[in-house]
T-cell receptor
Framework: GENVEQHPSTLSVQEGDSAVIKCTYS??????FPWYKQELGKRPQLIID?????GEKKDQRIAVTLNKTAKHFSLHITETQPEDSAVYFC???????????FGGGTRLMVKP | GAVVSQHPSRVICKSGTSVKIECRSL??????MFWYRQFPKQSLMLMAT?????????EQGVEKDKFLINHASLTLSTLTVTSAHPEDSSFYIC??????????????FGPGTRLTVL
């Protein structure tokens, strides 16, 4: 089955700096890659997603890039703010009928 | 966006008792529901996938007789932890995916249920 690796597990940045979280996946048939933000004790919230027919997608301060050849995708957060502090999960799915496989998570801490 | 509710949000029970957790899609028909378990500072681990009207498909290592899942309608799925033990203490989160939504690929998560077994 699909295996998703996520790095780093923790990331500390200064407010205003950029943060990058990287994920790799094993199943070349995966075609949907969402990113979730989870605050302590709360539900994961979808923040951005990308499909395999697109190489990059941007939404204000967040962007996701996908390299299908290398089977990795990354989340980029620019101009980080303290409220960006949370755990971020990447995920991958083979097709619309299958479940998401999550990465191990990255705890992002933005220092004011 | 679509809303998924989960009840209860917290439950504390004695060892040996059973606990039922409900997951509801409030404004869409959830053809598929997923149940996850999350330990502190860890990722979401899929326990089972259920399609409305069908038996749930359990992930390897998840005991189907201990974690009973029922998806009897397009808006409700339940997870029953039977004969709960302290090691079952965890954060249980459901998510739903359905029809009639602009973002068909998206899974919408419930707020989670924190189970503590004494």
């Amino acid at each position: 089955g699909e295996n998703v690796e996520q790095h780093p597990s923790t990331l500390s940045v200064q407010e205003g700096d950029s943060a990058v979280i990287k994920c790799t996946y094993s199943d070349s048939a995966s075609n949907y890659f969402p990113w979730y933000k989870q605050e302590l004790g709360k539900r994961p919230q979808l923040i951005i997603d990308i499909r395999s027919n697109v190489g990059e997608k941007k939404d204000q301060r967040i962007a996701v890039t996908l390299n299908k050849t290398a089977k990795h995708f990354s989340l980029h957060i620019t101009e980080t703010q303290p409220e960006d502090s949370a755990v971020y999960f990447c995920a991958a799915r083979v097709n619309a009928g299958n479940m998401l496989t999550f990465g191990g998570g990255t705890r992002l801490m933005v220092k004011p | 966006g679509a809303v998924v509710s989960q009840h209860p949000s917290r439950v504390i029970c004695k060892s040996g008792t059973s606990v039922k957790i409900e997951c509801r899609s409030l404004d869409f028909q959830a053809t598929t529901m997923f149940w996850y378990r999350q330990f502190p500072k860890q990722s979401l681990m899929l326990m089972a996938t259920s399609n409305e009207g069908s038996k749930a498909t359990y992930e390897q290592g998840v005991e189907k007789d201990k974690f009973l899942i029922n998806h009897a309608s397009l808006t409700l799925s339940t997870l029953t932890v039977t004969s709960a033990h302290p090691e079952d203490s965890s954060f249980y989160i459901c998510s739903a995916r359905g029809t009639g939504l602009a973002g068909y690929n998206e899974q919408f998560f419930g707020p989670g249920t924190r189970l503590t077994v004494l």
